[in-house]
């Protein structure tokens, strides 16, 4: 049923629904400091950061529901707090956070305004587009989603064209590990299962004629498309802060990699053009987590209109209030937070898009349960006064790259299956 034009259109508005603060600020100095393994830091950085959000996107195509459903076979109640714990972080810490990064990057350097006015006038602009969210496709689509790309590509093309394909050493321990954490703080795998339902809705708002079948092949299509466009884009970014390694000290920011980066690549123009980059970025994420927390609510008090508004608006309040913190602020306290849910989200994703043979409930309820209990090391070593904890768990295969819930989640899948199979017969 969909033509081309749709599909692309779709894949736009995903891209640019993903695409916000972390995504941009956290490749170039990821680059800076994996110096000639930036390409096995970039691979590392793809799997958290476009890989499973793009299975987060196949996993929607799939159920085309909500966020609701994705642990459903674990249980209604477990699933009720699950999203709700999603929600609460996408609009206390990314939706603010898009805010702080405009202000930073886009509005400071160029004028004597206050964060205040920033973030309202942000949240204010992201409320209308939520508000008006039967348009959301075709104006991140068509118009938002080619600027932020063809700015991209420029600050990237000139920058690599640029410098000499000279590249230092990694800082380091285990790039391929550091390139998967850092995949982390751009919060996609989170943002693929709330972004997925709001375009699921508009989906069905603007095609409300369309098979199952025919969306989701749409929704598919659109996010292989989107995965290889982000995927591009980051390695594009991380090589062109590998490549700047000469140019920035050791304690250069991340905000200040970037806004070097676009004045090396465009001149004195270029701050201009990453301001209108960020903006938009930031932007578009700001969008799609005030729309689907809005979706969110409003399903739990039958879609009702008023509930939807009222929690666009709250969340708006919110991101106007915790934007007034600087980005690494928030970035440091999302940690936490990320470390405990980020590994059961991962779960859930992967567990929703293989086939059902492979995912009964009982795989659900085994595998998640014990992807809980094995990041509550991790969780307890992101925060710095219990880090000590971590060291009792050390016995935990890959638990010294925080990664120590893989291996038991991956052995409990396998064991699970094999338990299901032999009484069946």
Request: with cysteine; charged share 10%; glycine share 8%.
């Amino acid at each position: 049923m969909f033509k081309k034009k749709e599909t692309l259109v779709t894949a736009f508005a995903l891209f640019s629904l993903f695409f916000g603060a972390g995504n941009l600020i956290l490749p170039p100095l990821l680059g800076f400091n994996s110096g000639n393994q930036w390409l096995i830091v970039t691979i590392g950085f793809g799997l958290s950061a476009v890989a499973i959000p793009v299975f987060g996107i196949l996993a929607h195509a799939k159920l085309q529901g909500t966020l609701i459903d994705f642990g459903n076979k674990v249980s209604p109640t477990f699933s009720l707090i699950y999203a709700f714990f999603i929600y609460a972080i996408a609009i206390a810490l990314p939706s603010p956070r898009t805010a702080s990064v405009t202000h930073e990057m886009a509005i400071q350097p160029y004028w004597d305004i206050s964060s205040w006015f920033t973030s309202s006038v942000y949240f204010a602009l992201v409320l209308l587009f939520a508000l008006n969210r039967s348009k959301i496709l075709n104006i991140l689509g068509k118009i938002l989603t080619p600027a932020i790309i063809i700015i991209l590509l420029l600050i990237i093309g000139i920058t690599i064209f640029s410098f000499p394909f000279d590249l230092g050493t990694t800082s380091f321990a285990s790039p391929f590990t550091n390139g998967i954490l850092e995949g982390y703080q751009t919060f996609d795998a989170i943002g693929a299962v709330v972004v997925g339902g709001v375009i699921i809705i508009s989906i069905n708002l603007k095609y409300t004629h369309a098979s199952y079948e025919d969306k989701k092949t749409l929704i598919r299509n659109a996010a292989w498309f989107a995965g290889l466009a982000l995927f591009l884009i980051y390695m594009g970014l991380i090589l062109s802060g590998a490549l700047s390694h000469t140019v920035f000290s050791a304690e250069t920011t991340r905000t200040e990699i970037l806004s070097g980066l676009a004045k090396q690549s465009l001149g004195n123009i270029g701050n201009l053009f990453l301001s209108i980059l960020v903006g938009l970025a930031c932007f578009t994420t700001a969008v799609g987590i005030v729309t689907g927390t809005a979706d969110f609510v409003a399903s739990r008090f039958n879609n009702s209109k008023p509930v939807y508004t009222v929690t666009a608006i709250l969340g708006s309040v919110l991101g106007v209030l915790v934007g007034q913190f600087n980005v690494a602020y928030i970035i440091a306290v999302a940690i936490p937070s990320l470390m405990f849910i980020y590994p059961i989200t991962i779960i859930l994703i992967l567990l929703n898009v293989v086939p059902d043979k492979y995912a009964s409930s009982l795989v659900f309820r085994a595998v998640t349960i014990t992807t809980i209990l094995f990041s509550i090391p991790d969780f307890l070593g992101s925060i710095s006064a219990l880090a000590t904890a971590e060291d009792t768990f050390s016995w935990i295969p890959l638990q010294q790259y925080s990664l120590g819930w893989v291996l038991p989640a991956l052995i409990v899948f396998v064991l699970s299956n094999i338990y299901i199979n032999a009484t069946k017969k």
